[in-house]
């Protein structure tokens, strides 16, 4: 019903940056809410940061003033851009989208890994 299609993860230093996409295609109808996730090895999946249409985004504790969520509605894309990137940032990123929920999603990507090296 709804494809997710991540890009942009990669191998960065300490401190560096890097930015995250994540195009939807199907029923973007139901992709009211997107967001992201991320999952560190021996770890939980834990949530990083999400944004609806109407404007509102959230995020993580650990990721504020740090981690930025946009979105183009014209193009059903996301993008979080990470900078000041630290090693517990390590971590695979998945995006996800929901028709109403902030923290749950029924709609999940393939996962793009980011690795901060120190």
């Known amino acids: 019903q709804v494809q997710l299609v991540e890009s942009g993860g990669g191998l960065v230093q300490v401190g560096g940056s890097l930015r995250l996409s994540c195009a939807a295609s199907?029923?973007?109808?139901?992709?009211?809410?997107m967001g992201w996730f991320r999952q560190a090895p021996g770890k939980e999946r834990e949530f990083v940061a999400a944004?609806?249409?109407?404007?509102?985004?959230y995020y993580a504790d650990s990721v504020k003033g740090r981690f930025t969520i946009s979105r183009d509605s014209a193009k059903n894309t996301v993008y979080l851009q990470m900078n000041s990137l630290k090693p517990e940032d390590t971590a695979v990123y998945y995006c996800?989208?929901?028709?109403?929920?902030?923290?749950?999603?029924?709609?999940w990507g393939q996962g793009t890994q980011v690795t901060v090296s120190s």
């Open positions: 944004t609806s249409k109407s404007g509102g985004t």
């Open positions: 199907g029923r973007t109808s139901l992709t009211y809410v």
């Open positions: 996800g989208a929901d028709l109403g929920r902030i923290y749950e999603y029924d709609y």
